[in-house]
């Protein structure tokens, strides 16, 4: 009888995955410090969605503030934020990321929900996204006449967050 | 009489919750005494728990039936002109109705398994029925304080909201109660578990009961799991077939846990090895069909909003869970280490490819419970919301997979104890060497040859051909194998043919986006689409468009596909897609509507899919060899020692 705690290996394992839940609900840490935030974005030149033969590179938005939405069909808060970025796109320009997606899947997707993107590159190995540090779809980064990354957003925008934060940022920088 | 249906209906459901929470004290009394006058109450207390929530099931079917709006589950779910098939549906459409249909399949599994043991110890027997009253009566509180099926509207509603239309299809009207069967089945091999633990008796007998119960759940599931995911194919309109959606991983982590647990029950009955793990399993299985029924029910995994929304049924969900996975857990941590198996097996043997069998099915349920879990702690960190993908799941997944293929083609031909590798090598040595050979020339008349493709074929081929020539050799010795034996391979030959097309469709899949007016062609994969005509269709609680589309093949003709887009009345900003289908065997051909171009053309998607179909071709043969299995004698009490 050598090794008793061995069995009560599982419910140790469990208690701490509880433990994790329960302790996990109170933090609130708002901010991800992003280590791309206020570096040059990385470049790169990716074939479109709509047309595999045209590409897209961010060299191209040079002189603009624009948006970089990091989306996929597969994606359940993309469909969530769809709409507000539609509203957005009305402001500024949005390149639609369309990561490790299938062709198909996202141009039938864009066809139900609209298509407000200026260009969709598809990043079909999800390379471009290591790059720009993306660890989840979506995600919202406002680059500046620059080229530069002034802000990224986690998850799917909300009416909140473009209006406290996304739409003064763009205005200033637009200014 | 009538009116009062609801209220009859919520009556005996608060006799249910109220009999089986004392049944089970009760009978846990009965069998701590050994006292046989309480523990032979256990059948009639399954039989009284069973009427009264069949009782209040019924209630609420009427209630469907005669549209009674007073109701407010009725009216938010069903409408006068929704069809009689669709209103009975109606009810597990929701969640209030789909858990009374869980504790429904509950309270018949327990029924089942009080009348079909009299062969069983008294004192395990009154445990495993305790047990599952116990898990009834919680749910069954559930059900009663956070959502109940019965509750009247203030004003009673003219007319209902109806049934939402993506639900409003034949597959779905019998996918949730086979989800369900299996979901509530794994509770049989819990229950099992527990008794077996708290009576600290397991051993090849207590195995052998627990796996036709086990495979039969783990037959519903499989039937379950494949009807969702034909269901997803021809109605979302673009031909995917699974999606890692937490829905569905929610379904197929129990699956994966099952899978595992049909095999180990195998080892602990055969050898009596792999005790205290099949107990765990078994936990395991059960805890994540718990996960999975409430997961996909609270709303917590398609939108986090309703977690909040509803902090009680969240709340709920979690202490139960909690006190069900964590009380079984202290009770393998005290009762376990007192289980031994005495067996030895070599490192090359039946047990000791089955315990690969289970590692790798363990870490695949793991990394599925991972990657469905982790967008909920992220959201819970409040990072924000995010979505783990396919890509996600198939870079872990199909790693996982091609070993476990692998070892299947080899264990069940292995023997028990110990086996030499030179004669495995010998027996199935070329058949790895043709299977390669077959799978390089098939995915060679398909499309162009990749690795991956060749590997998964050969894979399949493997598994067929060493399971064919298993049974012909047992049939040249003029043995007669079990029907547990031909279920095995029949099953193992299903996993197969599901790889063969989840492999081709995956590789060589193609699609076209084209605009036609009647009249104009367009050609796909060497079939040719032309669309006759286009025209209005009226339903009786929607409104659509219907195309005609003639499809054919070197001047042959194929078929005339009718895909359809519908209105439904009640959702009119929500368009559904009906796809049509030729569902030839060597690949389907897919035809769905997108939008209205100018007056007579139509945006339309082709989709040319080989062997897609195989996918539930293999699912059903599973199913069936699962099915075979159950029906072996040696599973039936009293026939086996005939023998």
Known sequence: ?175 | MMAMLPELGLFSLIAAVVLSLLSGALLFTGAALNDSRLMAAARPLAFALSTLVLLSFACLTALFLLNDFSVGYVAQHSSTLLPTVYRVAAVWGGHEGSLLLWLLLLCLWTLAVALSSRALDPALLARVIAVMSWIAGSFGLFLLLTSSPFTRLDIPALEGRELNPMLQDPGLVIHPPLLYMGYVGFSVAFAMAIGGLMSGRIDAAWARWSRPWTTFAWVNLTLGIAIGSLWAYYELGWGGWWFWDPVENASFMPWLAGSALMHSLAATDKRGVFKSWTVLLAILTFSLSLLGTFLVRSGVLSSVHAFASDPSRGLFILVLTALVVGASLLLFALKAPALQSHARFEPLSRESLLLANNVLLCVATGSVLLGTLYPLMVDALDLGKLSVGPPYFNAVFVPLMLPLLFVLGVGPVTRWKAHALAEITRRLGWVLLVSLLLAVLWVWGVGNVSALAVIGVALALWITLSALLDLASRLRKGQRPALAVWGMHLAHIGVAIAVIGITLTSGYESERDVALAPGEHATLAGYRFTLLSAGPLEGPNYLGEQASITVSRNGKAVATLKPEKRVYLSMPGMPMTEAAIHDGLLAHVYVALADKIGDTAWGIRLYHKPFVGWIWYGGLLMALGGLIAVADRRYRPGKRKAQ
């Not at chain 1, 190995?125 to 660890?135: E, Q």
Request: hydrophobic share 45%; aromatic share 10%.
């Open chain 1, 1 to 175: 009888m050598k090794k008793q705690w061995i069995w009560a290996l599982p419910l140790a394992v469990f208690v701490v995955m509880v433990g994790f839940f329960a302790a996990s609900l109170d933090k609130d840490p708002r901010e991800l410090p992003s280590q791309r935030l206020d570096k040059p974005a990385p470049a790169f030149t990716l074939p479109l969605l709509e047309n595999p033969q045209a590409s897209f590179s961010p060299a191209q938005m040079h002189g603009q503030v624009w948006l970089l939405n990091v989306w996929a069909s597969w994606c359940a808060a993309c469909r969530s934020e769809h709409a507000l970025i539609g509203q957005l796109a009305k402001q500024v320009p949005v390149v639609g990321l369309n990561q490790q997606d299938e062709a198909g899947a996202a141009r039938a997707w864009l066809a139900e929900l609209g298509n407000p993107y200026l260009a969709t590159p598809t990043d079909d190995d999800g390379r471009v996204s290591i790059d720009y540090g993306v660890y989840g779809v979506p995600e919202t980064f406002v680059i500046d006449k620059q080229g530069v990354i002034r802000y990224r957003h986690l998850g799917p925008v909300t009416e909140q967050s473009i209006n406290d934060v996304l739409l003064p940022l763009i205005r200033k920088l637009q200014a």
